[in-house]
């Protein structure tokens, strides 16, 4: 009886631990942007982790192909971090204040070495090509912004 009391214990407490474990295991973590490709083949996730230090992950696929080194954790500095698909739809870049940080061949299914960063085309977005409807600072009145092509 002592013996069943005890498992019992002991499976009901291991029980309350993962739980415990798993829920801090997210404390500080937000997928802040997931984008596909044009024909929906892939998805990715571009994850902020907050805790002592920031760091991003991203998840291609279901797969992490890349976790950042630490960035201080200032809250008074935007990091302008993104990730989008270059212009031939082939390379996956995740960029932070305005500079490629890590890039990856979706058909190769590896990472691009930092030489051939620069080779890369990162679309250009406007707010038309958001389909922003406001008003436009700084632009006369009934100018339509540039559709998308």
Do not use: C
């Not at 415990?20 to 892939?42: A, C, K, M, W, Y």
């Not at 990715?44 to 890349?66: E, N, P, S």
């Amino acid at each position: 009886m002592k013996r069943r009391l005890l498992f019992t214990t002991a499976f009901l407490l291991a029980i309350v631990i993962s739980f415990f474990v798993g829920r801090l295991s997210n404390l500080g973590r937000s997928t802040i942007q997931s984008i596909e490709t044009e024909d929906r083949s892939h998805t990715a996730k571009l994850r902020f982790h907050y805790f002592i230090a920031v760091h991003y992950q991203i998840v291609l696929d279901g797969k992490t192909i890349y976790r950042s080194p630490n960035f201080s954790a200032a809250k008074d500095r935007p990091f302008r971090e993104w990730i989008t698909w270059d212009e031939s739809g082939k390379h996956l870049v995740f960029i932070v204040a305005d500079q490629i940080l890590f890039a990856y061949d979706i058909e190769t299914d590896t990472p691009l070495s930092p030489d051939s960063f620069p080779a890369l085309k990162i679309p250009r977005y406007s707010l038309g090509h958001l389909g922003y409807e406001g008003d436009y600072p700084g632009r006369p009145p009934g100018r339509e912004p540039a559709a998308h092509q």
